[in-house]
Structure formats: C-alpha cells, structure tokens
C-alpha cells in the first residue's frame, strides 16, 4: 500500500530524513519509534503532502502511484489521513460543518450523493462514543478551546467517520492520561482492518501495549536503525535508544 | 471660491425659510470647517488617509430634481423589519413603516428640532464641520420611553441612478427613551457608476436602563466616498451593541465616540470591514469611561485583499477618579495579499486606578498550517482558504441578532467572498 524508497529530505538546506526505506502492506500496522528530532513528524507530513520540505532523493508510492505531484486534497481523498502532532486551532469553523465538509468532498470525489443532515447525525453520534466526546463538541469551532487529549480524540474521531486506507498517527498518544490513551487506542482497533494499514508514530512504547503493531522501527537521525516485531518496542522501553546509536 | 463655498451659498439661498438660529449654526459650521480645512498627511488622527478624492472632485448636494423613480424593490430592505427610505438624500415618508412607540421627524419639521445634537462642541473634525454646514438630509428618530421595540428598524440611504456628481450630508439623531429597548439598522447602499460623496453624522443617545442594538451597514458603490461621525451618550445602565459591517465604498473613514454620561453603562462594538481593490477603510474609536461601573469591549477585524489598505485607531479612556471601568480592545486584521497594507495603533489612556483593561492588535496572512491541515481531510486549497476567511468573518457575524439582519450580513459577506 504504502512504499517508501531511498527518501531523503531537507527543511531550509538542513537534511531531517536520510534514506527512508519503509514497505507497509494492507492491513499492517507498523510503529515507528524514535526521539524528538528524529525526522518521525517530517515523515509524516512528507506521507501527506506538505509541501515546506525538499525532496532530495527516493521516491513514495502510495497504492503502486509516485505520489510527488498529488495535492495533499488529493492525497486524502484517496485515502491518506495523517492525525497531527498539534491539531490546528480553526477558529470560526463550526466542527459539525467542518467534518461535513470533508465527509461529502470524500463522497463527491467517489461520485456519491452528499450524505444528509439525519445520517451525518447518526453516523457521527455514534462515532462520538467510541472517543467517549460528548455532542457539545460539535457545535465548537474546531479544536478552538480544546484540551490537548479532546484535540487528540477528535483526530481520531475524524478517522473513524473518513474511514481512511492508510492512516498515519502522528504522536497521538502524546500528552494523554492513561484513560485517554486507552480511548485512543480503542479508536485504533476500531479502525483496524484487513484492508487497512496504519503507521503508528511514537516516542514511547505506552501505546502499543494497547494498540499492538506487527512490525517496529527505529528512526534515529533521519534513518530506520532497527526494525523488528512487537517486541522491539519493548526492548526499547527496556533500553533506551542510546544501544542503538552507532 | 471652491466648490463647497459655491454650494453652500446656494444651500442658503435655497433655504431663505430656515430658521435663523440653523442659518447661524450653518455659517459657524461653514466658518470651521474653512480654518480647519481637509485634513493632511500632518495630521496625526488622520495621517493614514488620503482625502483628496473629495477635496478635488466637484460634487453638488442633492436637490429635488436629484430624486430618481422609486425602485420597486428598494434594495439592501431585509424583510420583517419597519423602514425609513432616503433616496438620493430625499425622505421618503410614503415609505416610512413605524411601531407606536416610534416617531420620526424630517427635513420638513426640522424647524422644530432644538439645537442641542447639533453643537459643534469645539469638536475638530472637519467633516463634523462640514455636515452641520451643509446638512440636507435629517432624520430624528425618537423610541418612547417604556417601549419595547421588537422587530428592528431600517433606515435605508439609497444613493442610484445619478446625473452628474453629487453629495449628500445626512444627519441623524437617535433617541432611545428611558427603560426602551430597540435595534436600529443604519444602512447605505449605493448604485452608481457615478463618483459621489456621502457625510453623516449620527447622534446617538441612549437614556437611563435603555438598550439599543445598532448596527450599521456600509455598501456604498465603489465609486462612492464616505465619511462619517457617530457620537453615542450613553445615561445610568444604558446598553449598546454595536455591529458594523463594511464592505463598500471608494474611501471609508468612520469616526466613532463614545461618552459614559452615566454609571453603569456597557458598550459593545463588533466591527468588519471588508476591502478589495485599491479600497481603504479607516475607522477611529474613542471610548471615554468618563463616569463608574461601566464596561466596554471592543473587537473590529478587518479582511483586506489585493491592494486595499485599513486603518485602525481605537483609543480607551478612563477618567481620573472613576471607579470600576472595565474594557476591552482588540483589533485583528487578516490580509489576503502581499500588496494589503494595514496600520493598527490602539492606545490606552487611564487615568484612574480602579480599572480592568486590555487591548491588543494582530495582523497576519492566512495560516499555512491550518490550509494544510483542512487538506489533509480532503478539502481542496480555495475552498480551504475560503473556509478560514469565514471563519475569521464568522466570530462578528455570528453574533449578529435578530437572525434575519445576521442572515443578510451573511450573504453579503459570501457575495463578497466569491
């Protein structure tokens, strides 16, 4: 689904990724580990599309595609999401209307018929209650007054109604109570299917106790250092990151 | 002898019946307004705005004959509301719709109007000035005391279908009895393809436990100059909120005062200006806490696009030895190219201890991080950038009551957009 090759990346003439090789297939789920700094977030945004990065080198295909030239839009709808590290404060944007918006752009973009007022209700109070927000969120503007740990479930929240192929979680277990990061991890494996691949992006090993990847990496310094099993996550809980430094 | 000397005399000899103490009031003004002249570059509270559109165009006021065929939908008439009608600077009283409680005089019983909204007060606006010298539109609107007012008033200055060059020089006084309560739409809509000059005044005061809703709505045609003064008095627990929607107009300049004649007033000023083109919007508001336990708040954006220009001055004053001021300024303006120039200088003046205040001002472009994140859920570019415009938009529009005067705001504001 996703395939990463020889990818290298630079903000400002400052190199972040130095040679990314990542294969992801339908219904994996993958984690990547690392450090603050270690190019995890400029990963991510590379996968969505921002465009304040130079490519130097590789490629990224997604679904068998070189997705250089694709619009983030374009991206998304078909089927990259990419949870943020720092949910953007939209002021003045109702969230119903919002979500609505990118709920029908995905219709429109498969030829379907915007969903309806009645349906959008149902289908979103149900989502709702699988990252246990109440329905006054809705009627704030997006993620405007939001705590870190609601801004976090409505990323997952926007999963769970887009119903993405790939999802790319950028830190989405940063910063929550253990209570929220259970709720996090429920909306996972709500999510998680066989048709379906996520890659998990994380500093510690917390979340995967909850949502449990097929295969770990290490990031560090702009290249995958290590990969293995579940088990690597643990080892580095254990360990640290520094055994692994060269 | 230039053009306002010209029509000014001829303003006088068209009205030989006037009475005298309005004629003496009108030269005094004409008198004023020649020492102080139109304002420069020199001056500080208007160094920002270039006046000379309206110093070398050679407008004429409007007279009789300026009066076009009624439209038959009069344009900018938002439904469920009572109207006042003024074309072409003419009142329309055939057009007039008013509640009991409501009474409005015109031109024709100005005579009757005592001069006490019409002093110049040693004010150094020129345009103040030029108003009082050349008034020809007047409207006085009293709300009874004890009188609730529910549906809102528009008064409607429609300037279309124009032979030649003209200007008019509105001057409106509102009253809001004791213990009333009333919205008010001020309204100004132009269409011409013909350069024109617009100059109310307005004279607002609000009596004891009185509370008015005001807004005020500015869609002169673009090739249209308006300047304008508005001066509230606000007695003991008097309310206003304000709302003022702007998206007209070649040149806009607003001058707004407010004066707490009275403990315990609140004040609230909602303000959007929206310019395109080579527009420019420049609005100057002073709050004067001259009296105890009053509260202000303040929010004024503007959204300037291509090679329009804005300017802000808001100034907040608190009085030695008041007591309890409470207020609030902010300005945020949001431009949408490289070429949109604004200037923002709040100010603060206290003078008391007993005060809570805060200001601020921010300018900034449209956030890259936000249109990135909004197109990663599958929202294309222009729509997203059209989604945070509104957004910015929203948070004064959406305050906006009665809904129907918010509903017309807002699809102006979605004309505007698109």
Same mark, same amino acid.
């Given at each position: 689904m996703l395939e990463i090759k020889n990818l290298c990346a630079a903000v400002e003439n400052k190199e972040i990724l130095k040679g990314i090789n990542l294969n992801v297939k339908q219904g994996e789920v993958h984690a990547i580990m690392g450090r603050n700094g270690s190019g995890k977030s400029t990963l991510a945004n590379l996968i969505a599309g921002k465009n304040n990065y130079s490519v130097t080198s590789g490629e990224v295909y997604y679904k068998e595609k070189n997705i250089a030239a694709i619009s983030p839009e374009d991206r998304a709808l078909n089927g990259i999401f990419l949870s943020f590290q720092y949910p953007v404060v939209i002021p003045g944007v109702n969230t119903t209307y919002f979500l609505k918006e990118a709920l029908n752009a995905k219709r429109r973009n498969r030829e379907e018929e915007e969903i309806n007022a009645a349906d959008f209700m149902r289908l979103i109070k149900e989502k709702l209650k699988e990252v246990d927000l109440d329905e006054t969120y809705l009627k704030r503007s997006v993620n405007d007054g939001f705590s870190g740990g609601e801004k976090k479930r409505n990323e997952i929240l926007q999963m769970l109604i887009l119903e993405p192929e790939l999802a790319v979680l950028d830190e989405t277990d940063s910063g929550l109570d253990i209570d929220a990061l259970k709720t996090i991890a429920h909306g996972i494996n709500q999510y998680r299917r066989e048709d379906r691949a996520i890659i998990l992006i994380t500093h510690y090993q917390r979340l995967l106790k909850y949502a449990v990847p097929d295969y770990v990496h290490v990031l560090m310094n702009g290249q995958i250092v290590k990969s293995g099993g579940k088990e690597l996550a643990l080892e580095l809980e254990e360990k640290g990151y520094s055994w692994l430094e060269k | 002898m230039n053009y306002l000397q010209r029509q000014f005399h001829a303003l006088l000899d068209h009205c030989l019946d006037e009475r005298k103490e309005i004629r003496s009031l009108r030269k005094t003004a004409f008198d004023r307004f020649n020492q102080l002249g139109f304002p420069t570059k020199k001056w500080e509270e208007w160094q920002f705005t270039d006046f000379s559109e309206i110093r070398k165009n050679e407008y004429r006021l409007a007279w009789? /004959?300026?009066? =076009? /065929?009624? =439209?038959d939908k009069i344009p900018g008439l938002i439904p469920d509301t009572y109207s006042i009608i003024i074309i072409n600077g003419h009142y329309q009283p055939q057009l007039t719709k008013l509640p009991t409680g409501v009474s409005v005089k015109s031109h024709e019983d100005f005579s009757q109007i005592d001069g006490d909204e019409y002093s110049l007060n040693g004010n150094q606006n020129p345009f103040l000035a030029l108003n009082t010298a050349l008034m020809n539109s007047e409207i006085s609107l009293i709300v009874e005391p004890d009188s609730i007012i529910e549906k809102p008033i528009q008064i409607i200055h429609l300037t279309t279908a124009l032979s030649d060059q003209f200007m008019n020089h509105p001057r409106l006084v509102f009253q809001i009895g004791r213990n009333s309560q009333a919205t008010l739409v001020e309204h100004y809509i132009g269409e011409t393809k013909i350069p024109y000059f617009v100059n109310p005044v307005t004279q607002v005061s609000i009596d004891e436990n009185a509370s008015l809703n005001y807004i005020r709505i500015l869609e002169e045609d673009i090739f249209g100059c308006h300047t304008a003064t508005t001066n509230y008095i606000l007695k003991n627990d008097a309310r206003l909120n304000t709302t003022s929607f702007s998206s007209g107009a070649k040149l806009f300049r607003h001058d707004i005062k407010l004066d707490f004649a009275g403990d315990g007033g609140e004040a609230v000023f909602n303000g959007l200006c929206l310019t395109e083109d080579q527009q420019h919007h420049d609005q100057h508001v002073i709050v004067d806490h001259q009296q105890n336990f009053c509260q202000s708040r303040q929010l004024f954006k503007y959204i300037l696009a291509e090679k329009s220009s804005g300017v802000f001055n808001g100034k907040v004053v608190v009085r030695k030895n008041t007591k309890q001021t409470d207020a609030d300024q902010s300005n945020r303006n949001l431009l949408l190219s490289p070429s949109a120039l604004m200037n923002a200088n709040p100010q603060l003046e206290i003078l008391s201890d007993d005060v809570k205040c805060s200001h601020g001002s921010s300018t900034g472009e449209l956030d890259d991080d936000a249109i990135f994140y909004l197109q990663t859920r599958g929202i294309d570019s222009e729509t997203a950038k059209s989604l945070l415009i509104h957004g910015f938009a929203n948070e004064i529009i959406e305050k906006v009551k009665p809904i129907s005067i918010q509903d017309y705001i807002h699809n102006q504001f979605t004309d505007w957009l698109s």
């Open positions: - | 009789g /004959k300026d009066l =076009p /065929k009624i =439209p």
